[in-house]
């Protein structure tokens, strides 16, 4: 579930920034971002989960730990449909 009290930067909240500004500053991770926002046809969902995928695979797997809960609560935290929106709008 995703808090959209606070915003940061123009997005709803500092992990969605975090995430969308290391996508937009890595050339791979870019690339594949604006694949899913303009060529790919499936509906929102689909590529909201694509997006989600993408970013679980080059993040740690850090376990049961501290550090893994925080991270995992981070993830949760990000706005995914807001980075496919507004690199759609590019």
Known sequence: MVTKD??????????????ALWMDNDEYLSKELH??????????HRRVDALKDL?????PDLGG????DL??????????????ESHDEE
């Open 71 to 84: 991270l995992g609560w981070a993830t949760d935290q990000v706005d995914w449909q807001e980075i496919l």
């Open 55 to 59: 970013v679980s695979e080059i993040l």
């Open 65 to 68: 730990s501290l550090a893994g």
């Open 6 to 19: 606070t915003t940061y930067q123009g997005y709803a909240n500092y992990a969605t920034w975090a995430v």
């Open 35 to 44: 694949n899913l926002a303009h060529r790919d046809s499936r509906a929102m």
